[in-house]
């Protein structure tokens, strides 16, 4: 909710027409005079590290209007029409692959000095000190945090990472363009890390061609075929080692599913679906 202190803000910076967003209870849609803008609340930290991620890129995300640090309270451009690209990649997933690939490009491409104090990307290995899970088969578990010391042994110049740039968290920005082509980043996590590890969010969110289909419900052929055109995709794309993506890749799904775990007592399967097609290749 937004508190009468965050309106009170919110006036202050202009932002009228405060709208809340179906099954979003920390985000609402406004305008800021004939703009129309994104408000967004909730955790303090979370948003501060949001704000610090846009603010780093140059180009390729929405921009930052206004942040408070101390309430959270964080103002964004909105992307229009601003439909994800999961339509894209049911069609061509291909042509989705190479759109992330080259976003991910200019974000870290275009960075500016600014990182406020974001956490290194070798935190998430604390995922790896919660008591073992039956649901998590143990082989899985032990491979991803070996290959995650293996990474971190092996440092990279380090970017800001969006951190969960999966096919919902890019959209289309025709209106503020003019190309139809145009996406755009929204919601990152903001880590410090190796950029290989930029492409594990979209890696763990493979889709079959119709809505509700993710990793649980593909053949393992399938699977297996989707993840290795993917990742030669995104080293074509960026310049990136195959292998590290693909290793961070598997980092990335077991800590996803650990985090599941964690926060809502149960194991999701489609990450887990991915990081056993990884271990399989």
């Not at 179906?22 to 979370?46: I, M």
């Not at 590890?197 to 969110?205: Q, S, T």
Request: net charge negative; proline share 6%.
């Amino acid at each position: 909710m937004i508190t009468a202190e965050q309106h009170t803000e919110l006036t202050r910076w202009g932002i009228t027409a405060v709208e809340p967003v179906e099954h979003q209870p920390d985000v609402w849609w406004a305008r800021r005079g004939d703009a129309h803008v994104v408000v967004k609340t909730g955790d303090v930290d979370d948003r501060r590290r949001e704000a610090a991620a846009l603010r780093s890129y140059a180009s390729g995300a929405v921009a930052v209007v206004a942040h408070d640090v101390s309430s959270g309270l964080l103002v964004v451009d909105r992307a229009l029409p601003g439909d994800d690209i999961r339509p894209l990649a049911r069609i061509d997933d291909d042509a989705a692959t190479t759109v992330i690939a080259e976003l991910i490009t200019t974000l870290h491409a275009e960075q500016m000095a600014v990182n406020d104090g974001l956490p290194a990307l070798s935190a998430i290995a604390s995922a790896f000190d919660r008591p073992d899970d039956p649901r998590l088969p143990p082989p899985v578990v032990s491979a991803a945090r070996h290959t995650m010391d293996d990474l971190l042994a092996d440092p990279v110049v380090p970017v800001v990472l969006h951190g969960d740039l999966h096919h919902m968290n890019v959209l289309n920005d025709a209106w503020r363009t003019g190309s139809p082509d145009s996406w755009t980043a929204i919601d990152p996590h903001g880590w410090l890390g190796d950029p290989a590890f930029e492409p594990a969010a979209m890696l763990a969110n493979p889709r079959n061609m119709v809505e509700s289909g993710d990793a649980r419900g593909m053949d393992g052929r399938e699977l297996a075929q989707r993840l290795e055109r993917r990742a030669a995709i995104f080293a074509e794309v960026t310049g990136m080692d195959v292998a590290r993506i693909r290793a961070w890749a598997l980092v990335g799904c077991v800590i996803a599913e650990l985090w599941m775990i964690e926060s809502h007592n149960l194991v999701h399967g489609a990450p887990l679906s991915v990081a056993q097609s990884l271990l399989s290749a």
